[in-house]
């Protein structure tokens, strides 16, 4: 199986394939992206070991190590991502308000990177594997996305539910994985043909159903992290053939390389990425809905906001959202207004932000990473030692207001505690923890080194 595919590269490449058969022995790329809202440039540079920046995301650079433990990165600052998948985001152009659907959404990289760019408006994510949703949900948490819905299963009944609702929708499907191979092996050795066929199958099911939930005028952006010229310019042909008012839109990007020739679409209107191009590999289509309709989507009528729990919220943030939903003793917060859906499983809408416990409502981990430092009543500076002893579960000794508390690391919040006026007793889940032989400040020293 592994000269088949050799073959069809070497067919499709030319006379690069040479230097794709070396990129496939050379280190994998790594990337992350920062989100601007919680951190500057300036500040990331300072105190981050960068490489160059990338080409495919302004927020974007390369790195040369891991850096999942970095502080920054446990705040919520950043999001470690392969560099060329924040080419399909970037081509999006998401705009503040608009309504947004991810339909293929863990682990949750493309998600948050939309999440950055919206105000009022919402972003509608879904992920069929209920493993990868539950991954997804904890990446939208630590990068503090607040106006969002979480959904986990098939994506026609959502489609259906929220048909000509959504200004932009994104298709990053599941696909054959090619440009994955020098991260997971296993992915050149279950490589076939008949596997390549059948996910362009499953591709094409999948825009059918995101066709049905785009407006008039909204768009879609197609996208995967393979080369298969089925899984990509040929997907792309037989929709647009099925859906003739989907027409095909420049990318307007100055990275990557225009696709394979194909008849029923224009190769000139998307994009290749290799690792000759400083990725790993991806694909990329942006199109546009020229006819239908536009409708709002369904919206919760909710009951008259409880002061009760107002209130217990105004303890311990400054300014509380628009909308609070309480419901099973959970309380949810966003400013969005919360949609009204039956026919889908909705696993999170807004932050989490407590539970009610008798008559005391008990705050959530999540409602201490959602916000600003200024927007929490009390907040503990610490230091990276105090980090590293917080994310193993240690208290902190500080002589602070009772109540719960923010922790936060160079003004970033991460999680809470709760004091007693001389210590502030550690709230982080054990979930969310640091394994015993893994710490906080290891990642500093390297970076100083």
Not at 77 to 98: H, M, N, R, T, W
Request: hydrophobic share 35%.
């Amino acid at each position: 199986m592994e000269t088949l595919f050799l073959e069809r590269m070497k067919n499709e490449l030319k006379e690069d394939y040479e230097t794709f058969v070396d990129s496939l022995s050379s280190p994998l790329l790594r990337g992350l992206r920062y989100d601007p809202r919680k951190l500057s440039r300036e500040k990331l540079e300072a105190n981050v070991p960068l490489g160059k920046p990338s080409p495919f995301c302004p927020q974007s650079f390369y790195v040369d190590r891991p850096l999942g433990n970095h502080p920054y990165h446990l705040a919520g600052a950043f999001y470690l991502q392969e560099p060329s998948a924040s080419s399909a985001v970037q081509i999006l152009d998401v705009q503040p308000e608009d309504i947004v659907l991810d339909l293929c959404a863990a682990p949750g990289g493309k998600s948050t990177q939309i999440a950055s760019h919206l105000d009022d408006g919402i972003l509608v994510c879904n992920e069929y594997d209920s493993k990868r949703a539950m991954v997804l949900l904890s990446n939208l948490e630590r990068m503090g996305v607040q106006n969002f819905v979480l959904t986990q299963g098939e994506v026609g009944p959502l489609c259906e539910e929220l048909h000509d609702c959504f200004d932009k929708v994104l298709v990053d499907a599941p696909c054959s994985g090619e440009g994955m191979m020098k991260k997971h092996d296993a992915a050149m050795q279950s490589w076939s043909l008949e596997h390549v066929q059948a996910c362009a199958r499953r591709q094409k099911e999948i825009l059918s159903c995101a066709y049905r939930a785009l407006k008039k005028d909204g768009i879609l952006v197609y996208s995967t992290c393979t080369y298969s010229k089925e899984e990509n310019e040929e997907v792309i042909a037989a929709f647009l053939k099925e859906h003739p008012d989907m027409i095909q839109i420049d990318p307007d990007c100055s990275f990557g390389r225009r696709g394979i020739p194909t008849l029923g679409m224009d190769a000139q209107k998307v994009v290749r990425i290799y690792p000759m191009d400083g990725g790993e590999g991806h694909f990329v289509c942006k199109m546009q809905k020229t006819a239908g309709t536009k409708r709002a989507l369904p919206i919760q009528k909710l009951k008259k906001r409880d002061r009760k729990t107002e209130e217990a919220l105004g303890q311990w943030i400054r300014s509380i959202p628009k909308q609070i939903l309480v419901q099973k003793d959970h309380v949810y917060v966003m400013d969005h207004p919360f949609l009204k859906l039956s026919q889908v499983r909705v696993l999170r809408q807004g932050t989490l932000a407590g539970t009610w416990i008798k008559n005391r409502l008990e705050p959530a981990h999540a409602l201490f990473q959602a916000f600003s430092k200024e927007n929490y009543v009390l907040t503990q500076e610490l230091s990276l030692e105090q980090m590293d002893e917080v994310m193993h579960g240690a208290p902190i000794v500080s002589q602070v207001s009772k109540g719960y508390v923010a922790y936060c690391i160079d003004g970033l919040p991460f999680g809470f505690g709760k004091s007693d006026g001389h210590r502030i007793n550690n709230k982080i889940p054990k979930g969310l923890r640091l394994l015993p032989g893994s710490h906080v400040k290891k990642e500093i020293e390297k970076h100083e080194r």
